[in-house]
């Protein structure tokens, strides 16, 4: 490893030293690692290009075409879902949820909607896009819990009521959940002594907003990712790493509690 990143590393864990607070931003980039594929298009399944009928991926995938004809959509969200089934959390979902045995308060607010982070055993998640495995029907009560979508027709409905399920995310064109922007802005208002944003794009104002209120009160930011971001000429470290390779020579190098 380069000696410039070795500095890097050694001033990410001088900022934790005396830390209590921490929040982790993630994005597609911290579940890459584990074979899931990133967007636009899914890691390139549909990369510039328009669905077989014609249409963005986008409008595909939003909540008007849901509600207009859901077995389009789920015609993509079954491709999506198949293309990443079998994938589990890697070492970077781990040291994130180390964290929150080490220090007094941690929190992650992930755009991914894989899971991944409570599966390694991190409690304190705001999932603000929502999560795969939770289905929900589009008209009556019923929600259940499902490990993949093996089995499930093309359009799968609602054994209640008949009308089509859908995954519990946030689809393009839909409002975020208000009770998990509430939790945001709860936990933003309290403030965090580190920041960290992992492998994202940072597009959303929402996503970037938690870096640059941090800088803003003089604590340190911290940005990893092999790319350069939004954010990157913003932040006060930037590790150009993958998630597991810069979390894990964060944690290695933390002094024994």
Partial sequence: MPSSTDAKIDAVVSFLRDAKSILFVTGAGI??????????????????????????????????????????????????????????????????????ARFERVWILTQNVDGFHRQAG??????????????????????????????FSPLPLCPECTEPLRPDVVLFGELLPLEKVETMEQELARGFDVVFSIGTTSVFPYIVRPVLDAKLKGNPTVEINPDTTMISGEVDVQLPLGAVDALDSVWARLPTP
């Fill in 122 to 151: 991190s409690t304190h998640v705001i999932d603000i896009h929502g999560d795969v495995h939770r289905i929900l029907c589009t008209r009556c009560a019923y929600q259940t819990t499902v490990d993949d979508y093996t089995g």
């Fill in 31 to 100: 579940s890459a690692e584990s074979g899931i594929p990133t967007y636009r298009g899914i890691g390139g399944l549909y990369d510039d290009v328009d669905t077989s009928e014609g249409v963005p991926i986008e409008e595909a995938l939003s909540g008007d075409m849901m509600r207009k004809r859901p077995e389009l959509t789920w015609k993509y969200i079954h491709q999506i879902e198949a293309a990443s089934r079998g994938a589990g959390f890697n070492r970077a979902h781990e040291v994130v949820s180390a964290f929150e």
